[in-house]
Nanobody, 115 residues
Framework: QVQLVEAGGGLVQPGGSLRLSCAASGFTFSLYAMSWYRQAPGKERELVARITSSGDNTNYVDSVKGRFTISRDNDKNTVFLQMNSLKPEDTAVYYC????????WGRGTQVTVSS
């Protein structure tokens, strides 16, 4: 059974940091590109960051470049999103995504940036 379980969301003040994690099981994690998406209320889901299966290459949406870092540990079947200098506009549900020939999704974790 495929599972992607996100953790690490919560309420943080502007300028603060959070580290999201996504634990994968039920498929060969090291063969899949992994991504973080987010969806804010009333908005479409958007790709935030992506990392290749080996971890050699990463991509980010312009709005998070220099603030967010995606990484992965293929030995622990886990992908991370380090989020620094958080802004209110980063408030969203963050979803973990695995992609190769098919896609898998997690259920999401809420991130709220507010004073």
């Amino acid at each position: 059974q495929v599972q992607l379980v996100e953790a690490g969301g919560g309420l943080v003040q502007p300028g603060g940091s959070l580290r999201l994690s996504c634990a994968a099981s039920g498929f060969t994690f090291s063969l899949y590109a992994m991504s973080w998406y987010r969806q804010a209320p009333g908005k479409e889901r958007e790709l935030v960051a992506r990392i290749t299966s080996s971890g050699d290459n990463t991509n980010y949406v312009d709005s998070v470049k220099g603030r967010f870092t995606i990484s992965r540990d293929n030995d622990k079947n886990t992908v991370f999103l380090q989020m620094n200098s958080l802004k209110p506009e980063d408030t969203a549900v963050y979803y973990c995504n695995a992609q190769r020939y098919i896609e898998y999704w997690g259920r999401g974790t809420q991130v709220t940036v507010s004073s």
